[in-house]
Nanobody, 126 residues
Framework: QVQLVESGGGLVQPGGSLRLSCTASGNIFNINNMGWYHQAPGKQRELVAIVDSAGSTNVADSVKGRFTISRDNAKNTMVLQMGSLKPEDSGVYFC????????????????????WGQGTQVTVSS
């Protein structure tokens, strides 16, 4: 089984920056798309940014020019660099993987789908 662990959330003033990290642990062979989702209080979870295994990225219009997503395949880590933060960016940020392959044994791979981290809280407030 794989685990996704997020870190880097916290309290920041409007206009400030935060760096969120997500690390996948386990006997991983390959990870497809990795993404960050934002869930504001009382609202549905929404995709913020996504990066594929080749490093191609896509970010939501609401954060374009302010947030950057990247990943390090060798470390199974993904980073969301958040800048020019606004109060509406507050909420819980979740790391997500749509599909990954784990070594079950020396020559057997198992697929795991739709994996979520536990979330990290971001609060933008003065």
């Amino acid at each position: 089984q794989v685990q996704l662990v997020e870190s880097g959330g916290g309290l920041v003033q409007p206009g400030g920056s935060l760096r969120l990290s997500c690390t996948a642990s386990g006997n991983i062979f390959n990870i497809n798309n990795m993404g960050w989702y934002h869930q504001a209080p009382g609202k549905q979870r929404e995709l913020v940014a996504i990066v594929d295994s080749a490093g191609s990225t896509n970010v939501a219009d609401s954060v374009k020019g302010r947030f950057t997503i990247s990943r390090d395949n060798a470390k199974n880590t993904m980073v969301l660099q958040m800048g020019s933060l606004k109060p509406e960016d507050s909420g819980v940020y979740f790391c997500h993987v749509d599909r990954l392959q784990l070594w079950a044994s020396e020559d057997v791979l198992n697929d795991q789908y739709d994996v979520w981290g536990q979330g990290t809280q971001v609060t933008v407030s003065s």
